[in-house]
């Protein structure tokens, strides 16, 4: 299936990947064949088959509702590229 | 007959927190007013290699809730990732339910008893179980300095309950919330408290214009920042107002747009567009990996259903059939909780005239619980003493007019209706002394007596201050009774 480089730039805005136009170019034709690949499924009919929502017959696994302790809060933060002792701090975001 | 030139059609989105102890998939504690990221694991800030197990109460607390809102409950059920950035959502998806929530097509009954509008049902689409974000606020100190991040919240568990847009003017809105926010509490599953964030409301509006003989919708817009079932209602009469002179200003139809999303302003009073999103978003949902669905047997099912307890609308019921309440004194007894509910229903009982503890217990126990003891529980009077205060005086025992009294002096000093009469002095007046007082009185007072004998029967009523100052357990109406008695026969 060929994918075009504007659905590419797409798929990349919503992934967060700033991609160059040689990246694009480069990864295209790439996503086009793994994309194609997956398309080999529909060679199958599956008419009247229940989708799969998960594959091991496993259900209903819950745990108990008891608190348990959390993180102290500076190890919460260790890896924060930017905080200030009780929050994360980010670029400002507007229209919230 | 509607003379309005548009009919409102408005469907609400409420997301409730559910009262566990612990977050939806770790076992972070939930409890509210904590300092900021001091709640906070591997699971639900999102690290790599955290899984998330769900929380058995919570599920149960979603399922008892989505059967009293008389939901249709599938025997499978899973949850699905719901993809976007946003500082606030650390995982960069949020784990919900996409195209098998746990329940849905249900309804709530709504009906006003002042009679704004007709009893009805509103449908309700879907109830399903999702996880909350983190909380973003804005540096407002530092400027246009960073936002900042608390982690706490995210994770904690919410049921997101939809309504098909069912609801046809803000009273009807509000009455909606009002009667779920009540059958949520009654069943123990939420606080429902907005000023503390656990109950949120979003407005999904638009009009149906009549436009000679057809009838045109206009663009629907949702409505959120809404932080009171009041701004709800200012909110909705206000963005009806707005849409309909947008609509005759450029004609615009639902399809023409995109649902735009608005915020209410409490201060300004009026409905803003909000900053649309660059791109239209895409949430990609897939099903969790990590969670195994969850399968609900009729076993399970049959057990909730019998778990519920009664539910207002059953309560209110009752109090008018068994105990001769009017449906307003019904609704003000159940509206302020099954804690004040059950304490009534014990006085009812215990005493045997509901009318009279509706009286007391709406009145002087309701005054003194908001004036003072902030709930029913911490009320220093126990249902089984009010009954008793209440049959003494119903015997006679007590007087009435110093029932008050003893009520007051119970209240203070934590005693017995028998106790309290003793401190006070109070006891009833037997015929034996009421007559001879009676004599008293009338034998000093020629005049009275000549004037009543005249036809003044009102002429008593001057004794009675007086009667009360020799004897002030003197019941007013007793003695103005015996009096004329007296005077009759001489």
Known sequence: MALTLDEVRKVALLARLRLSDEELAHLTPQLAQIVGYVEHLGELDTTGIEPLAHPVELHSVFAEDEPLASLPRSDALANAPKQDGECYRVPPVLGD | ?490
Request: hydrophobic share 40%; charged share 25%.
């Open chain 2, 1 to 490: 007959m509607n003379e309005s030139p548009f009919d409102l059609i408005i469907g609400l989105e409420v997301h409730v927190q559910l009262l566990t102890r612990s977050k939806l998939f770790c076992r972070c504690d939930t409890r509210f007013g904590a300092p900021p990221n001091t709640q906070t694991c591997p699971v639900c800030i999102g690290l790599p290699g955290s899984l998330p197990v769900m929380n058995r109460e919570a599920f149960r607390l979603s399922l008892k809730t989505a059967v009293a809102l008389n939901c249709e409950i599938p025997p499978l059920t899973k949850w699905d990732r719901k993809n976007y950035y946003y500082p606030d959502l650390p995982k960069g998806y949020q784990i919900s339910q996409y195209d098998l929530p746990m329940s849905r097509e249900g309804w709530l009954e709504i009906s006003d008893s002042k009679g704004a509008f007709a009893p009805k049902r509103v449908g309700i689409i879907r109830a399903h179980l999702e996880e909350d974000a983190g909380k973003s606020m804005h540096d407002e100190a530092a400027g246009k300095g960073d936002t900042r991040i608390d982690l706490n919240r995210a994770g904690t568990p919410l049921l997101e309950i939809v309504s098909h847009p069912d609801l046809r003017s803000p009273a009807e809105a509000k009455a909606y919330l009002t009667d779920l926010k009540l059958l949520l509490t009654y069943l123990g599953v939420s606080d429902c408290n907005m000023q503390e964030g656990s109950l949120r409301v979003d407005a999904n509006v638009n009009l149906h214009v009549r436009s000679g003989d057809a009838m045109v919708a206009t663009p629907i817009v949702e409505i959120k920042n809404m932080n009171s079932f009041r701004a709800v209602e200012r909110a909705l009469a206000y963005e009806a107002q707005r849409q309909y002179e947008e609509w005759q200003a450029t004609g615009r139809c639902k399809g023409d747009t995109p649902k735009r999303t608005f915020g209410w302003d409490d201060q300004r009073m009026l409905t803003y567009p909000q900053r649309e999103k660059e791109e239209s978003a895409d949430y990609r949902y897939l099903p969790d990996p990590d969670l195994p669905p969850v399968v609900v047997t009729d076993v399970e099912l049959a057990a909730v259903h019998g778990s519920l307890g009664e539910l207002p609308a059953a309560l209110r019921a009752r109090l008018q059939a068994d105990f001769q309440l009017s449906s307003y004194d019904a609704e003000v007894i159940v509206n302020q909780g099954r804690a004040l509910a059950d304490y009534y229903l014990a006085v009812a009982t215990g005493c045997g005239d509901g009318k009279l503890a509706a009286n007391w217990v709406t009145q002087e126990v309701l005054r003194l619980v908001n004036e003072q003891y902030g709930e029913i529980q911490q009320f220093p009077v126990s249902p089984d003493a009010l009954a008793e205060l209440i049959r003494a005086v119903a015997a006679g025992k007590i007087p009435g007019p110093r029932a008050k009294d003893v009520f007051a002096a119970m209240v203070e000093r934590k005693i017995g209706a028998d106790d309290a009469c003793q401190e006070l002095g109070i006891a009833a007046v037997d015929q034996g002394a009421l007559t001879e007082l009676c004599r008293e009185l009338l034998a000093a007072n020629p005049r009275v007596v000549a004037d009543v004998k005249n036809g003044k029967a009102q002429a008593v009523a001057s004794l009675i201050g007086q009667a009360r100052k020799r004897n002030p357990n003197v019941n007013p109406n007793d003695f103005r009774n015996l009096c004329l008695e007296l005077i009759q026969q001489m």
